[in-house]
Structure formats: C-alpha cells, structure tokens
C-alpha cells in the first residue's frame, strides 16, 4: 500500500466522537482547536452513517461553535474540487465498510492521499481513523455493505482499532475479545496496530507520532509482547514496521 509523503503529513486521530458524560465531540475540542490553528473551512466527510443530512447538521452545529465553517460532502456538486479547496478534511465515524464504499464509489481516495501528502489537516474519528490506515482489516464493524477492497488511504504506515477495551477478567462472555482478534491479525500481517481507549487519540505532524487525550493505548506488533503507552508517549519506534518478521 502506497503511503502519502511524511515530511508534510498532518493528521489528527480520535478513537471516538463521543466520551462518556460528554457531547459530541467536547473531549477532542482543545486537541482539535489546537490542531487546525487558522483554518477556517472544513470539508465533512458524512458516508459512515445512513442519515448524511443529521450527520452534517450535528458536525457543522459543533465546528460552527468552535469558530470554523463546515460544508458537508454530500451536498457540494463537485467533491474533489472541494477537497482541493478546503483548509482541512475532517472525516466521521459510523460502519467503516460503508465510508470505505463510499470513498471508492466517488473516487476520493487519491484527492485526499494528495493534499494529505501536501500538507492539508485531515481529521479522522473512528471509522475516519480507521480508513486513514492501510487498510480496514482493524475494524470492529460489521461488514454491512461490500467495498471493492479493504485497501485504505493509507495515511498511515500501521492499523488503529479504535474503541479498545481491555478484557474483563471478571467476565462470563466466551466470545473472543478484541486483544484477541488483533493478535489474530498479526499471524497473518506485520502491520502494527495501535488499539486506542476512548478518549485517545494519535496526532502525526511529519514523522512525529504522539499519543493525546485522556487514555492510554496498547500497541500490538507482530513477535513482541503488547506494549501499554500513555498520553504524551512518542510512538514512532512502536508503530514502525517489524521488518523483522518478514
């Protein structure tokens, strides 16, 4: 999977929209204000749930009160040209499979990898995180919808699984638990994974990859034991690619 430049590449990940006890989006407020500094038009990216028209009037309420413009995706007659227009892509949860869809069905992947790669701010929340990956392969959604490939934009060089959680020692549930499913991944791929706690995030500026929010993390790579991080770790020697296990 072809990676964007990294010299130029700014890019802010949260785990999710929303944290227990608060709104949409108020855990991420001061991370993203400090983020995108002087931007003032953000283009929303809605194809992750069913009802893009609620979508965007929730996004754009909540980016207006932090003083910048929001146009939504859907309802701008040329996408790509919007892309190339816009200060910053912010890019919503909701099911992973159906954004990757839509990012295939309207050809966006390349006019966002490119002004990624130019330096445009790209903001992704769940399933937004997780098509900033190589792939989707991390995803704990349902595959609702069929996507021409699991190939993401690949902003990134490793996999996110947002929503992590630790298992419960204490629990009857005989399912496998998500640790479990990404230990599955790594027998198959060396990629390494970054399973972020609700309230994490990962922001990237150039070859800098650090740990925000309110979480920690665990880093999970391929013949290694996983590693527990917290807000502020530098993670670029974690998240590079075991080229030992190749």
């Given at each position: ?9 700014r ?14 989006l ?12 002087k931007?003032?038009?953000v283009?929303f ?28 995706a ?8 919007s892309?190339e ?78 929503h ?10 005989m399912?496998?638990?998500q640790?479990?499913r990404?230990i ?9 994974v970054?399973?972020l ?19 920690g ?14 807000p ?15």
């Amino acid at each position: 999977m072809q990676q964007t430049g990294s010299q130029n590449k700014r890019i802010l990940l949260i785990s999710s929209s929303t944290l227990y006890g608060s709104g949409y989006l108020d855990h991420a407020e001061q991370e993203i204000r400090d983020f995108l500094g002087k931007v003032e038009y953000v283009l929303f990216v809605p194809f992750a749930l069913y009802d893009r028209d609620a979508y965007a009037t929730l996004a754009r309420e909540r980016f207006n009160r932090m003083g910048y413009e929001l146009e939504s995706a859907h309802q701008v007659q040329d996408i790509a040209h919007s892309i190339e227009q816009a200060g910053a892509v912010f890019i919503g949860g909701g099911n992973t499979f159906r954004l990757l869809k839509a990012l295939y069905d309207f050809d966006l992947l390349s006019p966002i990898r490119r002004r990624v790669a130019a330096g445009m701010p790209y903001i992704g929340s769940s399933a937004g995180s997780n098509v900033s990956c190589p792939t989707i392969r991390t995803t704990k959604d349902m595959p609702i919808i069929e996507p021409p490939s699991f190939n993401a934009l690949g902003l990134v060089s490793f996999q996110i699984s947002p929503h992590y959680q630790d298992p419960d020692p204490n629990s009857t549930h005989m399912g496998e638990t998500q640790e479990e499913r990404i230990i599955q991944f790594l027998e198959e791929n060396d990629t390494p994974v970054a399973g972020l706690r609700e309230g994490a995030m990962l922001r990237v500026n150039g070859s800098s990859i650090v740990l925000k929010g309110v979480k920690g993390a665990r880093i999970f790579r391929r013949k290694h034991e996983p590693v527990e991080v917290q807000p502020g770790a530098e993670l670029n020697q974690l998240l590079a690619r075991n080229t030992e296990s190749q």
